[in-house]
């Protein structure tokens, strides 16, 4: 399409160059019928934004579906959470660690102990981040698991994850 513009352009514009020079005084009106008449350059200028109308619209079409599978992946992304929630929170009232099935094995692990700032103005400087200061929970975390007192914090309660491998 924009080759065949390209051509029609170089057709249109030579004609014109050449009919300007032959006929000097040839007015406006009759040199563009003329132009019109002899080259489909007016015609391959309308296909082009046709085309670009069509692919204008498209992007519009294309816009909006996006934006609605980007709404649809997050509720989809939601739903397989709240369900990998809901079989975990189930196993762990039932007491089952395990589920084996053909198609999967889902086992409750328990995570890393977590910690709790109860008081921030209480952790010592040693356990704060400089700049803006903030607790490090890193190292207060390996000072509770070493049995050490930090002031201000607590070794929480271990929290479940469900973990599922495929066959």
Do not use: C, H
């Amino acid at each position: 399409m924009e080759y065949n513009l390209i051509l029609e352009r170089i057709n249109y514009t030579e004609l014109r160059s050449r009919l300007v020079k032959l006929y000097p005084d040839l007015d406006d009106q009759t040199l563009n019928d003329t132009l019109e008449g002899a080259t489909n350059f007016r015609e391959a200028i309308a296909a082009l934004i046709r085309s670009a109308i069509d692919d204008e619209t498209l992007v519009k079409a294309l816009k909006e579906r996006i934006e609605t599978m980007r709404g649809r992946l997050s509720r989809l992304e939601t739903r397989a959470s709240d369900k990998r929630f809901t079989a975990m929170e189930s196993m762990q009232s039932a007491e089952m660690q395990n589920l084996t099935v053909p198609d999967f094995t889902a086992s409750l692990r328990s995570g890393p102990p977590s910690i709790d700032i109860l008081n921030e103005d209480e952790i010592p400087i040693d356990f704060l981040v400089p700049q803006p200061p903030k607790p490090d929970k890193r190292a207060i975390l390996q000072a509770l698991t070493e049995g050490a007192f930090v002031p201000g914090a607590l070794l929480g309660k271990p929290k479940f994850s469900l973990s599922v491998r495929r066959s």
